[in-house]
């Protein structure tokens, strides 16, 4: 039995050694200091994300659902002591450090961050402070590190995933809220987070020099932001260089990732299975992301991306200013699934060619390309523009709009000889004659050097509140530069230097065809944009007498991949519902909720709804299918803009969910507004 050591704060700081260095605040950091030690990571754009533990073994099944991973002990409530009989059945035998660090080293990864806790409280290392560790496993050895190890010979940054959340632990508050039996009678919070500055101290001491400490599991009431600081410093006492992401604090928002800026956010965000719809200038974040639908091993699921959806997603991160995060789900075994070593093996082939124009690049200079992506690397007196061209142009011409910038040269990237590619300026474009084969199916890179840094106009933005209108609308015209002019028209066709000058928001009372472009010393520098207004005519609504407040609903239980045909079905529960928690029961499964009634506008106006659904989700209103948001996926938003007349209109939302989270919220606004819930009073039905 290995003596399993309980430290007491005191006892805690003599035995680290030196403990953590004293009076220095990592808090107070200067940019140039924080910049000095996120180089390597900010170079790196590209790391391997492993979620292995007790969970591979279970493999997500249990007594019969298949949706579960390394959720598995809550989302299937496994009480504690029937989970840790996973212990005794982790044997990855066929588990070989090294085969993993060569896989993400060969796919082009620069850093491997790896569970030694996730929040199970199980630790994939030999733990002195815990017996729950894989040291009591049948496996018996240190695979964090004989991972070590292996990224030392390799070159690649070894980083821990530790998770704040434990549901092992006995002073870990709170319990799981279906814990009825599992007494929280004695714990000791503080005494928990020196149990985890114990984990955190052997990670950060017997491992090596690690590149960061990715925290995840803060979202429970009992972290707050002053543990997360003190977290924060301690880490950093340890080992000073390394790299902590947002989620050792409280400030993350959800999924998104990011922490509002005037909160402390650690040193990076972590965006989670989403990638930010514009790059976020001066902000470092890491899009995570799994291969399939889980985090942790699922033997059922094969709903893996496929390669290219992966590098295009690689490219679009890169071309935002991000780092890539890519999971992997070993097995029990200890091995990579399958269809995640092809992938890798794919990706690796591009990257060895393409590697170039992903490290060390920066966020593009463009808003947005039509056929791709771009990043781009500063040069001494130049710019190298990486353009990643997934749509290889027909006519062989790629247009890059609004570079104002002088072209030096352009070659494509696998192209050893830099054979050059002739550029023509057209206005404010440039086009390069392209070969017309692509070297690669999935993204091709074209390089081109400008001198200078960029001169971009991207194409104006025509803005106002909505698509449609009812009586007049005021459109705005902005632009992201303060080099040029704007001038735009109203008839459809191409503005030239006459058309008249933008100078303020003018107002429209018919349906119009808007064109905008850039101006610049008589010249077109930007692409034209163009918008049309409709002016249509509100759907009206209707007086009826005898309805009553909320919306009739009926619940049926069934497994679907999409919202079912009811008619015919028989409902398992039926009633009067004024909002839509019925459908947001994170542990319901194989459930579907039909809502119908009226929705009371009482102003005529613009209105636009935003449906969100985990599955699938339909939004009916008037005599329309106003939203299709069908199907199995996350939660997920999406929006429709009708114009509604005073009075009653049929309101329909059927929903499905299937496994995994499952939640549906409906919002409105009219235009102009900021997006609020549709108030329970505006709903009616009629019986
Ligand atoms: O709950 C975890 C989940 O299991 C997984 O580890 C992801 C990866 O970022 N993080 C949390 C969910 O946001």
Redesign the pocket.
Known sequence: MKPVIILSTLALLVSAGCGPKKNVDFLKETEVQKDSRMEWWREARFGM?I?WGLYSVPAGEWNGSKNH???IRETAQIPLEEYDQFVSQFNPVKFNAMDWVRMAKDAGMKYIVI?SK??DGFALYNSRVSEFDIMATPFGRDALKELSTACKKEGITLCF?H?I?DWHHPDYLPRRSWEKTRTSEGADFNRYINYMKGQLKELLTRYGKLGVL?F??E?ENTWTEEYGKDLYQYVRSLQPDIIINN?VTTGRSG?AGLTESETFGGDFG?P?QEIPAMGLPGIDWES?M?MNDH??YNKADKNFKSTREILHMLADIASKGGNYLL?IGPTSEGVFPQESIDRLREIGIWMKTNGESIYGTQASPFRSLSWGRCTQKNMTESTRLYLHVFDWPVDQKLMIPGLGSKPIRAYLLADASQEELTIVREGANIFLNLPASAPDAVNSVVVLDIQGKPEVYDAPTIGAPAAIFTDKTEVTISKNETLSDIHYTLDGSEPVMDSPKYTGPFSLAETTTVQAACFREGQPVSAAQTAVFTRVVAEPGRVLSQVKPGLLYNLYSGDWDTVPDFNGMTPKMTGIATDFTLANQSKDEKFAIDYQGFLNITEDGVYTFALSSDDGSLLYVGSSLAINHDGLHGATTREATLALGKGLHTLRISFFEKTGGNSLSLLWKKSGQEFVAIPTEAFYYYR
């Open positions: 994300f979620h991973a390394e959720w569970t996730h929040h995933y998770s959340m990715w995840d599991g979202w989620r999924m972590t989670e995570c799994t985090w942790g999971n």
